[in-house]
């Protein structure tokens, strides 16, 4: 999968756009009281189409994360279809609360946490490729796989990820299909990390001040 056209730039697109996100959380990401995760609403429409723009980084890493790309996807856009109505994660989250089916198949507030779930895969993914050596993807997908995903997956689903894993791009490969350099990349996967962590920490505090538990 390459990237063309409007997207040539797909690693700055997706860093800008969490930076935004995380300017607008970022005064009340340090707050210790339960509810003042409140005081600034975190707009559904923005969030969402900043979680669009990663989308083509699963599709970039092959079969491997092929089952993580569908699923992000159809979440994203279930996302997307709930900004119309429900302006803010706050809202979209109480209504769910609400109805009493935060936990079901298909709830918007499922459907965010597994969206969540897939910005940390990245994170963590990102972290390994600053890190790590060589052209290899396979260990930084590796680790990234087993932070993450791995523990909600059944056996069937990780062997069949740990056999992808062995048709991942290289290195050099994906930032070709980003249109990237080692320097550039390296910069914008950085700025992706650091404005992820405040924006996390926010969603993580909606959950956890309405007592709904992020390990589900």
């Known amino acids: 999968m390459a990237i063309n056209g409007d997207d040539q730039k797909p690693l700055r697109k997706i860093s800008e756009a969490f930076m935004e996100l995380a300017n607008t959380v970022k005064n009340n990401s340090n707050s210790q009281t339960p509810d003042q995760e409140d005081v600034v609403q975190l707009e559904t429409a923005p969030f969402s189409h900043a979680c669009s723009l990663v989308s083509p980084l699963f599709g970039c890493l ?48 499922r459907n965010l946490l597994r969206v969540k779930r897939g910005l940390d895969m990245v994170r963590v993914l990102f972290e390994q490729i600053i890190t790590t050596e060589g052209n290899s993807l396979k260990n930084p997908a590796s680790t990234a796989y ?18 992808g894993m062995y048709a991942l791009p290289t290195k050099a490969q994906l930032l070709k299909k980003l249109n990237e350099d080692e320097t550039s990349a390296r910069i914008q996967m950085q700025n992706y990390v650091a404005a992820l962590a405040p924006v996390v920490t926010y969603i993580d505090k909606l959950f956890l001040s309405r007592e709904l538990g992020l390990d589900w």
């Open 62 to 109: 092959g079969i491997a994360f092929k089952f993580a790309e569908i699923d992000y996807v159809a979440k994203v856009h279930d996302l997307g279809e709930a900004s119309q109505s429900l302006g803010t994660l706050q809202l979209m989250i109480d209504r769910d609360v609400e109805a009493n089916c935060v936990r079901k198949a298909g709830s918007h507030t």
């Open 146 to 163: 087993a932070q993450v995903f791995a523990p909600y997956h059944g056996w069937a689903i990780r062997k069949a990820v740990a056999a």
